[in-house]
């Protein structure tokens, strides 16, 4: 490895974008993740959907509570 890196030539932020929404992986385990695709398959929709609006339906419930 060098002992020194020469960075005069680097730009500074390059890559940021400020705007960017990131996709974050959730991760279940095997049996959740085993009914949620037959959910999904039985409604004809994508796995992220169903746990979308699983996740929806949760957070309306927990906002009724306050």
């Known amino acids: ?3 020194q890196s020469d960075v005069s030539k680097g730009e500074r932020g390059k890559f940021y974008k400020p705007n960017l929404a990131l996709n ?3 991760y279940l385990d095997t049996k959740l993740q085993k009914r ?4 999904a398959r039985r409604k004809g929709q994508d796995v992220g959907a169903v746990v979308s ?3 929806r339906k949760e957070l309306e419930l927990l906002a009724q509570t306050k």
């Not at 949620?36 to 959910?39: G, K």
């Open 36 to 39: 949620v695709e037959e959910i």
């Open 53 to 55: 609006r699983f996740v």
């Open 24 to 26: 974050i992986p959730i």
């Open 1 to 3: 490895m060098k002992k």
